[in-house]
């Protein structure tokens, strides 16, 4: 049984300015403290780790952050469930971790030593720790660091920070980076609590994808100050995450608020400032929000990723500080995933559509409900139409489907959007067949039924199948399901975005081409959204001339939009004919940014002719340094001579 609590988790202690700007972000959250079934954990390709006989039920961290070796360094404890009494071994995942001793205990009983061993490393996975568990054991207790080029963690200099002051580490440890920051099942069928001691250097501040406990400077020891964070829900280890850096809070409402830097917060707060009434919205359709409070964490642009859901706090880019609200989805997105994804989690890395075609799905009815079904449509287009390029540049087959074949590869090289646009058109199609009402008390009754469980493709058929599809016998069949599953592109019977959703701009756009008055589309374009702007360059000839080129420019400021967007289908719409008046600001905007979906695609367009991968080994030189090591692995990969 599921039961609510109430936990009293702020403490009062002396007050200092730091710590009333901290404890606005500290929460007494009526806590669902859930407790797992123990169901099996499913097979994962991904992990090295035994999750039979042990399956860990609680974390307990004490790191030292240390700025200048670039390391993590501390103790790990891990209380499991013991479900075989026979074992006598349990394997963690691990990725080039310094192990300094593990010690193994029953219950609350006293630490003892006991003998492990560490694999080689394998490329995909890392190195499995053996740990030897003495008759009854049931903990163990790791004392280990990182490395300074732990793939889960980025350490930022100063320079690489808005306030050019202060250095800066960020983790990332979806999918399978958790393991380079603490060993543990990194698979996301365990799910576990944790408490975590953070010491950092004096002038910093520590937040976690959990609720913070004590703050202050009051708490410190020696050099550091200390931080203790709470994760009282059970999650996943790809969604522990931990930053710290000169950051400052500012609330939006009595749940929500931004972390940033310093300088940063007002922006972000003013951009974001909608996230109370997404919450609202997701709760109405949904259910409620079980995290307590929802905070962003404004990142350095070096951040790999547009968001990434961690609970309580979403990690974002700071790119999508556009000034107009135009880019926010993405934190309908983030939000999202706190019912899909963080809530009800995909078993393995093989049910990754679970997570993301579902919270894409929720990402667009957000949307929709806040900003129009004109806004969603156009949001929808955009997302089909990424879809298909995004199929194209994909080597492995399965990789197109819903189902890749994740055997002995990482799970990050079969990222793409086919999960999300894919898994989003699924859920359409079925909403389309069964209606609205039906499809939203579907939906809602999965995530109950699920709620802080992990499930398989497999389990959501099931699901599928006795709560929706046998309601209507015969109105979807058996053979258009696998056909969603299984097919490398988007099956004849989708249900796709209107094709009208930018016809306005289409037929602006002809004109123009046609030989129209460049007055005549200024007036048109006046109006248009960022995405109508998007589709109006994206759409443009791959041949134009460079005269009409630095026409377009002149008029809209292309080449130096700040919308980073915008700026990224420009400047692929430049490489394509060649426009090297843009390459100046292109070349500044591939080294300040570190967002794989902005820079990526650039690297590959360069990358298709000789001036141009020239070009973009130049750039990646002076760039690389700079970027995440997920980054980093990504662009040396499209810039790698083809064999
Ligand atoms: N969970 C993902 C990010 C992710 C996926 C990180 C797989 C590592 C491995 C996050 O929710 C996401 O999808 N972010 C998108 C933005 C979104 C608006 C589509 C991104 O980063 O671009
Ligand atoms: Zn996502």
């Not at 889960?152 to 808005?162: D, M, R």
């Not at 976690?208 to 203790?228: K, Q, Y």
């Amino acid at each position: 049984m599921k039961s609510l609590t109430t936990r009293r988790v702020c403490t009062t202690r002396p007050a200092l300015l730091l710590f009333f700007m901290l404890a606005a972000a500290c929460s007494r959250t009526p806590a669902e403290t859930p407790s797992p079934r123990p169901i099996a954990v499913p097979k994962d390709a991904s992990t090295l780790a035994t999750v039979d006989a042990f399956v860990a039920r609680h974390l307990v961290l004490d790191l030292t952050a240390d700025f200048s070796a670039r390391t993590l360094s501390g103790t790990a404890e891990l209380r499991f469930d013991r479900r075989d009494p026979n074992a006598t071994e349990v394997v963690l995942d691990t990725r080039d971790l310094k192990i300094e001793k593990v010690e193994a205990a029953t219950g609350a009983g006293a630490w003892m030593a006991t003998t492990h061993r560490l694999d080689a490393a394998t490329p995909a996975f890392g190195s499995a720790l053996h740990i030897a568990m003495p008759a009854g054991a049931d903990r163990v207790r790791v004392a280990y660091s990182t490395s300074p080029g732990a793939r889960g963690l980025q350490w930022l200099a100063p320079s690489q920070t808005a306030g050019k002051e202060h250095p800066f580490l960020f983790s990332q440890a979806q999918a399978i980076q958790a393991r380079s920051f603490i060993p543990l099942q990194d698979t996301p069928g365990v799910r576990m609590t944790y408490d975590a001691t953070i010491r950092t250097p004096k002038e910093l501040v520590a937040v976690m994808a959990a609720e913070m406990e004590d703050v202050g400077p009051a708490l410190s020891d020696g050099p550091h100050r200390v931080f203790t964070f709470k994760m009282p829900q059970a999650i996943p280890s790809y969604l522990i995450a931990l930053a710290i850096g000169d950051l400052a809070f500012k609330p939006m409402s009595n749940r929500t608020g931004i972390w940033a830097e310093p300088s940063m917060v007002d922006a972000a707060a003013r951009e974001f400032d909608d996230t109370e009434k997404m919450i609202v919205t997701t709760e109405k359709l949904y259910g409620p929000y079980r995290w307590g409070r929802y905070d962003i964490l404004v990142l350095p642009p070096s951040f790999p990723f547009g968001g990434m859901e961690n609970p309580r706090l979403t990690f974002a880019t700071p790119t999508v500080i556009a000034g107009d609200k135009s880019l926010v989805s993405l934190v309908a997105h983030e939000l999202a995933h706190s019912w899909s994804g963080n809530l009800v989690t995909n078993a393995t890395w093989h049910d990754f559509w679970l997570n993301e075609g579902f919270t894409t799905y929720l990402e667009r009815r957000i949307v929709e409900a806040l900003y129009g079904k004109h806004m969603a449509d156009m949001q929808a287009a955009i997302g089909v139409s990424d879809l298909a390029e995004s199929r194209k540049t994909l080597e492995v087959a399965g990789d197109r489907t819903l189902l890749p074949d994740l055997t002995g590869r990482d799970p990050d090289d079969a990222f793409s959007n086919v999960p999300y646009e894919q898994g989003r058109l699924f859920l359409v199609f079925l909403e389309s067949k069964f209606g609205r009402d039906a499809f939203d008390s579907f939906l809602r009754k999965w995530f109950d039924e699920h709620a802080f469980e992990s499930a398989t493709t497999d389990e959501f058929l099931a699901f599928l199948e006795t709560n929706l599809l046998d309601t209507r016998p015969g109105a979807v069949t058996d053979a258009q399901i696998q056909e969603w599953l299984h097919t490398e592109g988007i099956p004849g019977f989708a249900v796709l975005p209107t094709s009208d959703a930018f016809a306005k701009v289409e037929q602006a756009r002809d004109e123009w081409l046609k030989g129209g008055s460049m007055d005549a589309l200024a007036k048109t374009a006046s109006a248009w959204s960022t995405q109508e702007w998007i589709h109006f360059v994206d759409s443009m000839p791959r041949k134009m001339e460079a005269s009409r080129l630095a026409a377009l420019d002149r008029q809209f400021t292309l080449t130096e939009s700040m919308n980073s967007e915008i700026a990224h289908v420009w400047y692929r719409l430049a490489i394509a004919n060649r426009y090297a008046a843009a390459y100046p600001a292109m070349e500044r905007y591939m080294i300040r940014i570190g967002r794989r979906k902005l820079i990526v695609p650039l690297y590959r367009d360069l990358a298709a002719y000789p001036e141009g991968l020239a070009l973009a080994n130049k750039i990646f030189a002076k760039a690389r340094d700079g970027y995440h090591p997920l980054a980093q692995t990504t662009v040396a990969d499209i810039l790698k001579p083809k064999t």
